[in-house]
Nanobody, 115 residues
Framework: QVQLVESGGGLVHTGGSLRLSCTAS????????MGWYRQAPGKQRELVAL???????YLPNSVQGRFTVSRDNGKNTVYLQMNSLKPEDTAVYFC?????????WGEGTQVTVSS
């Protein structure tokens, strides 16, 4: 069973930065994308950043210009660099990997931005 191991969450002040990492426990064939979602209390899980197998990236307007997604294929790792953090970025961040038509999820890492 493939596991996604996340790290890098924590508590920062408004305007601070964090870098999240997510590594798959084993090599997975047919990966189509890797990325990050987040879920704040009382809200639905939402997409934060996505990078496809051919390097295309998607980030919603809410984080564009502040967040950057990157990937190290050799390490089966995806990164999320988060700058200029705002209190509304506070959420549990989940790593996601899509492969062979099914999703894989990490357990989540808490990001808290204090005002």
């Amino acid at each position: 069973q493939v596991q996604l191991v996340e790290s890098g969450g924590g508590l920062v002040h408004t305007g601070g930065s964090l870098r999240l990492s997510c590594t798959a426990s084993e090599t997975i064939d047919s990966i189509t994308s890797m990325g990050w979602y987040r879920q704040a209390p009382g809200k639905q899980r939402e997409l934060v950043a996505l990078i496809t197998n051919d390097g295309n990236k998607y980030l919603p307007n809410s984080v564009q210009g502040r967040f950057t997604v990157s990937r190290d294929n050799g390490k089966n790792t995806v990164y999320l660099q988060m700058n200029s953090l705002k209190p509304e970025d506070t959420a549990v961040y989940f790593c996601n990997l899509q492969a062979a038509g099914r999703p894989y999820w990490g357990e989540g890492t808490q990001v808290t931005v204090s005002s």
